[in-house]
């Protein structure tokens, strides 16, 4: 029932565009171990610019 549950969760954040924090954490110990993760605050503002450009690389029209 918790891998249900979280699967859900993982689910339904990425169909609001929220990717996995911890995902990403396993990623960086498994194939990166010797760079620093980004903390959660770092994470989030990061997959935003990537998503929507930002730091002027965003442009809507």
């Known amino acids: 029932m918790k891998a249900m549950l979280a699967t859900l969760r993982r689910t339904a ?3 609001v565009g929220m ?3 911890d995902a990403y954490l396993r990623h ?3 194939h990166h171990p010797d760079q620093p993760a980004m903390d959660r605050t770092q994470f ?3 997959r ?3 998503r929507y ?3 002027n690389g965003g442009r809507c029209c």
């Open 53 to 55: 450009g930002g730091k």
């Open 28 to 30: 960086m110990a498994q």
């Open 13 to 15: 954040r990425l169909m």
């Open 19 to 21: 990717p996995d924090y």
């Open 44 to 46: 989030f503002r990061n």
């Open 48 to 50: 935003q610019e990537a």
